[in-house]
């Protein structure tokens, strides 16, 4: 392959001010080494009327089992909630302690520099290294990184702590609110319930990997990525940015983007810089090319006198545009079809699993599906991982659901989880919209200016993606629709509304969809629509909470949603749900939303069958022809 690049030369390289910027996900090369505690923790709850006995007794100085009657071990990553057969620890609220044990080489000691990185945990958490404070972090869905080189003992044991607080208030991201009720005849003295917005279950615990790894003493800490391609696709362009921590004046970047069998693609020198070549293999969505989810490698290698540090960065080339009717991937159109997911399963409740992770993503590719939202908050990197790969659409969220009263401090906490959000997503090719929340009390009027910031702080962060937010106010009253690029909007039209009435799902969702655009002259799309079944609930005629009316419903749902795509303006059709999924305990509904096209166990209900074959059906009318389902 003849190649086209450019090679531009700097003498200095981009310092990291500040301390450490990036969230690099942690990984072996060269120069680093990486060292996992996931395992079995040791694991205490704080008692119900006294939270902060933990920190006052210095917990974290002592071994748990030695402060507290209550200590059992505890699966990380996981869900505390699930897993014991205690109904205290399944609802607890307030301050839980993890503890474990480990060893760190000695040949760490000296020129190495070691971080302890948690992928999350939610809501609240410190972390303590050797009875040491080394971090604390708010936000339950996000990474968090903090150097330990100094606290750690080399060559011999080391003690990590982690005090874990799931507590939702009105300035948390998501909200909630701890209500103390009056009625001393019905509750006891100082008993409190834990109220939020939501109808998934708040799940507890060190969610996502947790890893020890090292860097050299100069070592790459951050990169930024974009990408773009001529309008024939010809011709692709990758500009990155570098930072580097603890460098000299003198240190040297090289920079090489590798294909997938590892041939060297280009070559570049310094921190800030960009790559062109002839005839790129772009990053396609699933069904919209024979070989969606291509991804480069772009290899990074530091040089500071005599340390060496190494990186690679996995992208995918791809070019990204919106205008008021349409969304563009290498200057095509783009028709989401797809669903809401959770991270949800069966006693680990949130924890990462790669076993579950890959059957999800087999599922999704045998369904036909391009793309899913994050509903209602950030997923796990090694999911987002598997969605680069597989070439399936992300509309990336943060946990801004059922937002009301918006002041200042609640504006401050939803920009920093925005900010973090960002800096953690910001290369991946699959992430093409960014969501800063869904179904907001938007029809107040403090909406317009909290979602104006919001909009626009993103967009100061990251201009090269669209801007939506999932609304659930009618058109004619939402106030933060003006700042969108995208509208996207929830109904359940013969469910919620109009319960068992088919006939008319068309006429509404037609008439909503048309005034929504016809408003706001932006793109539309269908991010929630469905409803509950219980597997095995059969009934012709149809009546609710059958699989027979699920699937009938969904039909309805497709005949409006072929008109509207014809229109021009209706970009794509989520449903909800993936797979029925853990909610609080309520009397309409069996400890579970019910809307699943699976089960909570991915068994495929009639709704999946039925899906997908809309799919299939859908990607012979707009996807590419060789990469339909019926001729693979």
């Not at 020198?269 to 772009?282: D, T, V």
């Not at 987002?384 to 504006?411: C, Q, R, S, T, Y």
């Not at 970009?571 to 579970?592: C, K, L």
Request: hydrophobic residues 35%; neutral net charge.
């Amino acid at each position: 392959m003849k190649l086209c690049f450019s090679l531009i030369f700097f003498s200095k390289i981009f310092v990291a001010a500040n301390g450490p910027q990036g969230i690099l996900y942690p990984q072996q090369s060269e120069s680093r080494e990486l060292f996992s505690l996931d395992g079995v923790w040791t694991f205490a709850i704080s008692p119900k009327f006294d939270q902060d006995i933990g920190f006052k007794n210095q917990w974290y100085r002592k071994e748990l089992k030695k402060v507290s009657k209550y200590v059992i071990p505890m699966p990380v990553p996981s869900s505390y909630n699930d897993i014991t057969q205690n109904a205290t620890i399944r609802d607890y609220v307030g301050w839980v302690w993890y503890e474990r044990t480990f060893f760190v080489p000695a040949r760490w000691r000296g020129e190495q520099r070691v971080f302890l990185r948690f992928g999350s945990a939610n809501y609240e958490t410190v972390v303590w290294i050797n009875g040491v404070k080394v971090t604390n972090h708010s936000g339950g869905y996000l990474p968090f990184v903090a150097e330990v080189t100094k606290q750690l003992s080399y060559g011999s044991e080391n003690k990590v702590t982690v005090a874990l607080n799931n507590t939702l208030t009105p300035l948390t991201i998501p909200q909630g609110r701890i209500v103390f009720p009056n009625n001393t005849d019905r509750y006891p003295p100082g008993y409190f319930i834990q109220e939020y917005n939501f109808d998934f279950t708040n799940y507890a615990g060190i969610h996502r990997p947790v890893y020890l790894y090292t860097t050299p003493r100069s070592y790459i800490d951050d990169v930024t990525v974009t990408t773009e391609t001529s309008e024939d696709n010809y011709f692709g362009t990758i500009r990155y940015s570098i930072l580097c921590q603890g460098c000299s004046k003198d240190a040297m970047l090289y920079t090489d983007l590798l294909d997938e069998d590892g041939a060297n693609v280009a070559s570049n020198f310094g921190p800030k810089n960009k790559i062109s070549f002839k005839r790129p293999k772009l990053w396609w969505p699933n069904l919209m090319h024979e070989r969606p989810g291509y991804l480069y490698t772009l290899k990074i290698h530091l040089k500071d006198g005599d340390v060496e540090d190494f990186y690679r960065l996995k992208i995918g080339v791809r070019s990204l545009s919106w205008n008021s009717s349409g969304i563009f991937i290498n200057h095509q159109k783009v028709y989401f079809q797809g669903f809401g997911k959770h991270e949800d399963f069966l006693i680990k409740g949130r924890g990462v699993d790669y076993s579950l992770i890959v059957k999800d993503f087999n599922l999704i590719n045998w369904l036909g599906a391009n793309s899913f939202r994050t509903s209602h908050y950030p997923y796990a990197e090694e999911i987002m991982d598997f969605a680069d790969k597989n070439g399936i659409m992300v509309i990336d969220e943060i946990p801004g659901v059922g937002l009301d009263h918006f002041g200042a401090d609640l504006l401050k906490n939803h920009l920093e989880a925005m900010k973090e959000l960002i800096h953690r997503d910001k290369n991946r090719p699959s992430v093409v919209m960014w969501s800063i929340g869904n179904e907001p009390q938007s029809q107040k009027p403090e909406a317009a200016p909290y979602y104006s910031q919001v909009v626009n702080f993103t967009k100061l962060l990251d201009p090269t993606r669209p801007v939506t937010l999932v609304l659930s106010r009618g058109y004619f009253e939402d106030k933060a629709a003006p700042f969108l690029d995208v509208i996207c909007f929830n109904r359940y039209y013969s469910w919620y509304s109009d319960t068992g009435h088919l006939e008319l799902i068309q006429q509404q969702l037609l008439n909503e969809a048309r005034n929504w655009h016809n408003k706001f002259r932006k793109p539309v799309m269908m991010t929630e629509y469905g409803a509950g079944s219980i597997a095995g609930f059969h009934s012709d005629p149809p009546v609710v909470w059958t699989e027979d009316y699920q699937t009938a419903l969904m039909k309805e749902y497709f005949k409006g949603f072929d008109i509207l795509r014809k229109e021009g303006f209706f970009i794509g059709e989520m449903i909800w749900n993936f797979a029925d999924f853990g909610t609080p305990q309520e009397s309409f509904r069996p400890t579970a939303c019910m809307k699943g096209l699976f089960t909570r166990d991915r068994k495929p209900k009639m709704a999946a069958y039925t899906m997908r074959k809309r799919y299939a059906e859908l990607c012979e009318m707009t996807g590419c022809e060789s990469a339909c389902p019926s001729n693979l």
